[in-house]
């Protein structure tokens, strides 16, 4: 059956049984690799992509039941990998194996979105069913702090006053 599909911002159209998991669409129809297979019973995050600007699983999201929903896999996450989880990731240096990282990113940046600038229990609470068998979780939760500091400073920078500001203390300074 054919599905059209949102996704990254571009319509796909895929002729797949309905019940075939968002995952398999992914990684094996339109072979966009960033999104892994790691468990394929809903335990481990290795595959969790945005739906509707929510984390979700996609090895449990049935491809008949995602309809016209934006769908965000890490490929879409920014165009240049200037994400501020992205960065961040590269600044605290996060990944061991680089396994899960991606289902880890989705994670994060779906609780940056709804919280921006979560607790360490928030953190915790989010990313609790993303599983790393590197132990990367203390270098997660840091780069999860350092994301929301990233992003609320590039808010306060494209801010209208602060621009201004901005512009009159480089004028003052000329
Ligand atoms: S592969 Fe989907 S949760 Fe593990
Ligand atoms: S970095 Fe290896 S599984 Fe997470």
Not at 50 to 78: F, K, N, W, Y
Not at 108 to 128: F, G, V, Y
Not at 137 to 156: D, F, P, T
Request: with cysteine.
């Amino acid at each position: 059956m054919a599905y059209k599909l949102n996704i990254n911002g571009h319509t796909t159209t895929v002729d797949v049984p309905a019940d075939m998991p968002l995952l398999w669409v992914l990684r094996d129809v339109l072979s966009m690799k960033g999104t892994k297979f790691g468990c394929g019973i809903g335990q481990c995050g290795a595959c969790t992509v945005h739906l509707r600007g929510r984390a979700v699983r996609s090895c449990q999201t049935m491809v008949s039941v995602v309809g016209d929903s934006p769908i965000t896999t890490i490929e879409g996450l920014s165009a240049d990998g200037t994400h501020p989880v992205q960065v961040a990731w590269q600044d605290v240096d996060v990944p061991q194996c680089g396994y899960c990282q991606a289902g880890q990113m989705m994670s994060a940046s779906a609780l940056l979105a709804r919280t921006p600038n979560p607790t360490d229990q928030e953190i915790d609470a989010a990313m609790t069913g993303n599983i790393c068998r590197c132990g990367t979780y203390m270098r997660i939760r840091e780069a999860i702090h350092k994301a929301a500091g990233h992003a609320s400073a590039s808010a306060r920078h494209s801010h209208p006053l602060h621009v201004a500001a901005n512009h009159q203390k480089s004028k003052e300074a000329l």
